[in-house]
């Protein structure tokens, strides 16, 4: 049974950027994500048109720069899991 918690999502495609910027790109959010203390948990493709990026933050939200199967570069987050209101509803 669903304990009525939400999870909330966002992405973006980044239009208009040439496929020969995207490995630099990769590398700039990798190292900017690094010193804002993320997590980076993954990286493939970092040399290549078709980067991609994983990590994730101290409080929960997943973070993820990629190539999308239409060749742009994809920068998205989802947050954990919360209360609607901010607080579990009262128990009865």
Known sequence: MSDARVQVSRSYFLQGV???????????????WKAKGYR???????????????ADTTDGF???LSTEGNGQLNIGATSPC?????TPPPQH
């Open 82 to 86: 919360v209360w609607p209101n901010g």
């Open 40 to 54: 980076i948990y993954g990286t493939s493709h970092l040399d290549t048109a078709n980067p991609q990026v994983f």
């Open 62 to 64: 997943l973070m993820a």
């Open 18 to 32: 040439p496929k020969q910027a995207h490995s630099s790109i990769a590398k700039q959010i990798q190292h900017i």
